[in-house]
T-cell receptor, first 112, second 111 residues
């Protein structure tokens, strides 16, 4: 597609529930990144994929968070047993190489 | 651990003013530095990318400089316009992996 698409744009879920956030990167972009942005903060790195594999998952806060990219294109960020502290905007970006990042509009997750 | 600081946190100016946004980082071993713009409820738009070997980059009314050894970058906006109102984020990269962002400068340009 023309840009990075993230769905849903907004998600409200109850504490303890499971959620999936989807990212559809620019066609042909081999690198895909997930970031999390809390109110008043800059984005914080979560995980980076090069192709199908997670090249760096050091930013995932705990084992409730998991991400996949099975075919090297679309990625899904999965959060189990959501907590109120997980409320944030989850941003996805893709690139062909270093620099040249294109970010999606994000998914605003609210855990109530 | 890399830390990025942006000053000021917020800035309000009348239309037409030239302004400077500041960014500092603690670890000078960076690969590149980028400036992004974020509009409310939107994703990030890349404005300027400076490689570690470069001193500055220009795009239209925007000019970004990089002093890697002192860990500083500035974003200069000439002849500001109301449409420039947004949050400006500075981010540094150590390579393929991650961007480390500052908290941003919220800019309001009044007509």
């Amino acid at each position: 597609g023309a840009g990075v698409s993230q769905t849903p744009s907004n998600k409200v879920t109850e504490k303890g529930k499971y959620v999936e956030l989807r990212c559809d990167p620019i066609s042909g972009h081999t690198a895909l990144y997930w970031y999390r942005q809390s109110l008043g903060q800059g984005p914080e790195f979560l995980i980076y994929f090069q192709g199908t594999g997670a090249a760096d998952d050091s930013g995932l806060p705990n084992d409730r968070f998991f991400a996949v990219r099975p075919e090297g294109s679309v990625s899904t960020l999965k959060i189990q047993r959501t907590e109120r502290g997980d409320s944030a905007v989850y941003l996805c970006a893709s690139s062909l190489g270093i620099g040249g990042y294109t970010f999606g509009s994000g998914t605003r997750l609210t855990v109530v | 651990k890399q830390e990025v600081t942006q000053i000021p946190a917020a800035l309000s100016v009348p239309e037409g003013e030239n302004l400077v946004l500041n960014c500092s980082f603690t670890d000078s071993a960076i690969y590149n530095l980028q400036w992004f713009r974020q509009d409310p409820g939107k994703g990030l738009t890349s404005l300027l990318l400076i490689q570690s070997s470069q001193r500055e980059q220009t795009s239209g009314r925007l000019n970004a400089s990089l002093d890697k050894s002192s860990g500083r970058s500035t974003l200069y906006i000439a002849a500001s316009q109301p449409g420039d109102s947004a949050t400006y984020l500075c981010a540094v990269s150590a390579g393929y992996s991650t961007l480390t962002f500052g908290k941003g400068t919220m800019l309001l340009v009044s007509p």
